[in-house]
């Protein structure tokens, strides 16, 4: 085998030997390895293994005979392959290597461990291509459950671009209430979800992607819409509305703004989605409390009309939430990032 570097590195050990405390000679068994013990038999197992690079570069040394070429075949320099090489053997508490000026050899001990690294590194390898493939498949789909405002106002722009930059990745989106997302998101059954409300749903964790506001709105034929006063949230409270069912986002902000002022009337209908109760407002039924975000097309068309009310405030906190503990990855985490950006 050729030296390449070897002979030279091999003589610097001889050298030193005397002042390398704890650095075995080439073809010498380190200490504690005499009487046939390993210098550490306790503690968790990654204590007592080498790692991969390690495994890989004793395996680099057996198939090209030079710690030097080794060293470059790995990626590092040849000292600091000489010095894995060293731990390695003292983690072990056997000699592995014979380094001489023509090149490196595997003691018997090396062989032997050698076999057993090609084993580990072979298993490492079908781990990192099963990791592989997990990724692909979960870079291959996002399940979205969103609140119906953020569905239906603003996640359709967020998840054109998200398709522009991931094309081979399929969006599935569920609009529901803030309880349904955080149910969907708790069971496993959605990767990321989006709420309003005025906080993170338990078992949740989330951060702030925008900001929203409730506003009165009625049918220009309304009589609030003919009043030259300003509302009043005791008014508001005490007059039926048409409403989002509880467990909704809006709601939850409604009901909290209101509890002060006597808390709200039996609503007189109580919908499911937002263009319903837009609907029945429009129809003149009765006024509402919606978001300013999915009432401004009626408002440009002047289909309805914002009452003004004049001690209550309604703002609220967008959200994206996922599970505890589960920070979003992939094409969930790439989304999130849209929304901030937007």
């Known amino acids: ?73 790995t990626g590092i320099t040849q000292p600091a392959a000489s010095s894995r090489i060293r731990s390695m053997e003292r983690q072990l508490g056997v000699a592995l290597v014979e380094r001489s000026p023509r090149g490196s050899r595997l003691t018997d001990a090396g062989a032997l461990v050698t076999d057993w690294a090609r084993r580990v590194v072979e298993a490492a390898e079908a781990f990192d291509a099963g990791a592989q493939a997990l990724r692909g498949r979960r870079d291959s789909r996002l399940r979205v459950a969103a609140s119906m405002t953020i569905a239906e106002y603003l996640l359709p722009g967020w998840l054109i671009a998200l398709r522009a ?15 349904v997302v955080a149910e969907r998101l708790l069971t496993g059954a959605a990767d990321l979800g989006f709420v309003e409300g005025l906080r993170v749903p338990e ?9 929203d506001r409730l506003i009165v709105v009625a049918a220009p034929s309304h009589p609030w819409s003919r009043r030259r006063t300003e509302l009043t949230a005791a008014e508001l409270a005490a007059t039926p509305l048409i409403l989002r069912e509880r467990g909704s986002g809006t709601r939850e902000v409604l009901d909290a703004a209101l509890a002060r002022h ?11 989605s937002t263009t319903a109760v837009k609907s029945a407002v429009v129809s003149e039924a009765a006024p509402s ?12 068309a002047r289909r309805l009309v914002e009452i003004p009310v004049r001690d209550l405030r309604l703002g609220r906190d967008l959200r994206a939430v996922w599970p505890s503990g589960q920070r979003p990855a992939g094409p969930a985490r790439q989304l999130l990032g849209l929304t901030r950006g937007a």
């Open 165 to 179: 930059q991931r094309p081979g990745t399929a969006v599935s989106l569920l609009a529901g209430n803030s309880s």
């Open 1 to 73: 085998m050729g030296g390449d570097g070897d002979g030279r590195e091999a003589a610097r050990e001889e050298t030193t030997r005397g002042g390398g405390r704890g650095q075995p000679r080439p073809g010498a068994e380190p200490a504690g390895a005499r009487d046939g013990r390993a210098p550490e038999l306790a503690g968790p197992l990654a204590h007592r293994v080498p790692d991969l690079g390690a495994l890989e570069l004793l395996l680099a040394v057996a198939r090209l005979g030079s710690l030097g070429r080794a060293a470059r075949a």
């Open 203 to 211: 078992g949740l964790d989330g951060t702030v992607i925008g900001h």
């Open 289 to 300: 409390v919606l978001s300013e975000l999915a009432v401004g097309e009626e408002l440009s």
């Open 262 to 272: 006597g808390g709200l009337a039996e609503p007189l209908l109580e919908l499911a």
